[in-house]
Structure formats: C-alpha cells, structure tokens
C-alpha cells in the first residue's frame, strides 16, 4: 500500500496567507523525509519511508492558476485509481475544492472538521467562488458531507439541509463528546469510503492560533485525534488539510501539531 502527500498553496479565492502554510507544511515534510533518510539506526519511519510519494504543486504563472482546478483534480485522480491514501495539504480551504469534484454524484462520507459551514450566501458575500461558498460549486451533485465543530449561528437550518447531510457544532462535542464519537463511528462503518477534511479553524484558537479565520470555542487537538480516531478504516481515502496560516503561529507549536499529524496519519496508514 503506498500514499501520497501533495502541497497545493493554491493563493487565490481565499486568505493567501494560508498559501504560506502549505509551502511551509511542504518544506517540513521535506525536512523530515531527508532526516529518516540520514538516519542509520532502525526508526519507525521506515514503514513508509519508501512507500510515500510527495508532490508539491507550484503557482507562479498565470497558465498555472488558470488550470489550477484540473490539475488538481487528475493528481487527485491518479492517487486514487492507484489506491494510494491521500494527504492533500492545501492553502485555503478551496484547495479542497478539487476532493469534493472528484467525489460528485459518489457516497465517499466526507468528514468535514470546520468552523464554518461554506455555504454561505449572505448579503456581504460574494457569489463568486470562494473559501466560504465553494460547496455551491461542486462540480456535479456533492457527496454525503457531515461537518463536525462548526461555530455556526446565522445561517437557517433549511438552507445548511440541501448540502450537508448533518452538521454537528462544536456545543454538542464539547458538551457529550462520547455520543457524538459513536454516532460519527457508526456512520463511517456503513460508508463505503470516507475523506476527512480538516479545516484548521475547526481548532480552538487557544490551541491553535494560526488559523486564517480562527472563531472562538473551538476544538483541542485531543478532540480532533478522537474524530479521527472515530472515522478511521481502510476505506478512509485520505485526509485534506487547509487553512493554516503561520504568520499566526506561536513559537511553531501550530506547524509541529500539523506535522505530528501527518507523520501520526502515515504511521498509522502503513503500520497496519
Ligand atoms: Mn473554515
């Protein structure tokens, strides 16, 4: 079984302050790759040190932005059609974007860990593609979406309805954490497959301050650790990233989080 990491700081639509996390993301994991290759004495590394195929997409031409979509979603593709598991690591959260495409009209639960429900539609915002509406752009009818942790109060529970299949504030995982883990294992056991999209401003700023559009009364670290623990198969198809931006980061204990999860994610990929 192999996987892929792929870095995708897409700048646009979004906060491109989270385009630097991603190639910051992308530089560390480099980092650790050349560190495990040093290394002589026997490490745990080595069940995917060779297995690990790393991509990282650059945007420094406008024939690059332009295409930034398709070519996206035919990385995403040949990952998948090769079985490999996926960490997408993306700039804003419409580098996410390219998953849900790919997943139109299939019944891939999504696990989505966000603040905000990105739908929205309200007088301020624009109609335009961007970080806070894009699952009105899917291309094709989007797959099942659970959001967990969101902070939502404003939009109407009518219009959350027609996108998401459920959607589960931070309140209720704050507040009984322990049912919310079992419904959310039940519905990943009767998925046929499962993504996991976490958004970083899903954390707790407290915790994680480096997020793009950090909102209050969020989740720790541990909580978000026992959500994937919860969703987690082998038909998990992988797990996105976005929205982390390190001009925000304190000491860099947001990056290492970041970079524990994704060694702890590879780890428990390929130990198996
Ligand atoms: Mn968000």
Redesign the pocket.
Known sequence: MKSAVMFFPFPLFGSPGAAAGAELLADAFRELLADNRRERMPTRARAYQHRVRRREFAFETLADCHAWRQRARQAIRQAWKQGEFLLWVGGN?VATLPLLDELAGSDTLVIQL???L?VYNLTDCTSELS?GNFLLHCDGPLPPIINVGHRELLLPPEHVGRYYRRTIPATELLLGPKSVLDQLRTEARQASRVLIDL?C??FDPATFPAAA?AMPLGLTPALVLSVIDAVWSDRLLGVAFS?FDPSRDRNDECLSLLMWLIEYLLLRWHER
């Open positions: 959260h966000d603040a905000h990105d970080h958004d401003d899903v559009q929205e």
